[in-house]
Structure formats: C-alpha cells, structure tokens
C-alpha cells in the first residue's frame, strides 16, 4: 500500500494567518485528495488535487480560502489561508491505490 | 448531494459479535468502503465491497445489497481494542474520480 507522509503533524496557529500542509507519497499517483475532519465529526472532502490542472473543489470550500499546489504526481500542498477557530480540525490528504484508498497521518489545526 | 447513514454509538461486550449498519443515498455508486479510526489516529481500511454479498477477512466481514443502499459491518470475537470510530463511504463516481464521502461515523465502545 502507498506510504503517505504528512507535516507539520500537529500545529498551533493564531488567528488570521495561513497555514500550508505537505503531503508525500512514496510513489506516483493521479489523484490525491484532501479532508477535513472537524472534532467529533467525520471525513468531510475538500478538494481534488490533479497533477497539471487546478483542483476540484467540493461544494462548501473555495480556492481563496484553501489555496492547493500539486506540483507533480508524489506532492501536495493545502494552504488554509486567514485561519480562525473554525478551522481548528485534522486536515488529512488521501490517495486511492488498487481500488482501496489510503490516509496520510494527518495534521492537527488549532487555531487560536 | 450524497447521504450516508449510521448510528452515533454502539456499546457491545468482549468476546460478543456486533453489526454495524450504513444507510446510503448517493447520486451514483462505485464501491462501499469500510475504516476504523481511533482517537487521535488516521482511519485505516478495513473493507471494500463493490459487488452485492458477503466479504469475509478474519474477525471483520462486511456485507453490501446495492439494490438496498444498505450495508453493515460485522465484528466478531470483539476485543477491548477493536473500540474505535467505524466510518462507512461511498465513492459515487464511475468516472474514476475515486473520492469517497464519507458518513458520521459510529463510536462502539466495547466494555468487559
């Protein structure tokens, strides 16, 4: 199965400034994608990260507000930009590999 | 918009079997899938069913009727440490898009 990598793994940020979250992946894939999970609550989609063309984003989620890179088929970034409380979640990237899908550790967002 | 359905929390006893079921309405429909989570961790795969029947893998077995949007997740032998979020997806998209939406997740507190 893939092997995802995340960092930071965990960070603590003020109100008002941008956060940008690695994801890398052992080996190349087409798709990554990426969730939120808020706490106490479940896998929430934000966006479809492909390689070479802008990401899909899920109804609910904007560009402005979750910039992502995917520079080439191992790497992504998510940006979650002008942070507020709100945001306080584990932000995860996932790649789908033999018809099953795989997580990444996850990055715990809190933000002050 | 995609609905996926499952109880909030189980309870059950060591050593006893336990359903969990999950409900789906979903604007097409291209495989079930079933993960564990525990607190603070990143969910891991547990099932796949993509055709109607039974998948058995040791002490998990899920179980799928497309024609139903229904299926469940059977544990048996339950262990103190299978106490865990359990979260059911779906990924809807025969286009290979391959991201998943996933329910709210079911917390099964297993007890002595």
């Known amino acids: 199965s893939a092997v995802i990598s995340q960092k930071p793994s965990r960070d603590i940020c003020q109100r008002g400034t941008s956060l940008t979250i690695q994801c890398q992946v052992d080996?190349?894939?087409?798709?990554m994608f990426w969730y939120r999970q808020q706490p106490g609550q479940s896998l929430t989609l934000i966006a479809t990260?492909?390689?070479?063309?802008?990401?899909?984003?899920e109804s609910g989620f904007v560009i402005d507000k979750f910039p992502i890179s995917r520079p080439n088929l191992t790497f992504s970034t998510l940006t979650v930009s002008n942070m507020s409380p709100e945001d306080s979640s584990i932000y995860l990237c996932?790649?789908?590999?033999?018809?099953?899908?795989?997580f990444g550790p996850g990055t715990r967002l809190t933000v002050l | 918009g995609q609905n996926i359905d499952q109880p909030t929390e189980m309870t059950a006893t060591e050593g006893a079997i336990v359903q969990i079921n999950c409900t789906y309405q979903?604007?097409?429909?291209?495989?079930l899938f079933w993960y564990q989570q525990h607190a603070g961790e990143a969910p891991t795969f547990l099932s796949y069913n993509v055709l109607d029947g039974l998948e058995e893998k040791g002490r998990f077995s899920s179980f799928l009727s497309r024609s139903k949007g229904y299926s469940y997740l059977l544990l048996k032998e339950l262990q103190m440490k299978d106490s865990a979020s359990y979260l059911c997806a779906v990924r809807p998209d025969q286009t290979g898009a391959n991201n998943l939406f996933f329910g709210t997740g079911t917390r099964l507190t297993v007890i002595p």
């Open positions: 080996s190349q894939v087409t798709m």
């Open positions: 979903t604007s097409g429909f291209n495989g």
């Open positions: 996932s790649v789908p590999e033999g018809g099953e899908q795989f």
């Open positions: 990260a492909n390689q070479g063309s802008e990401a899909t984003y």
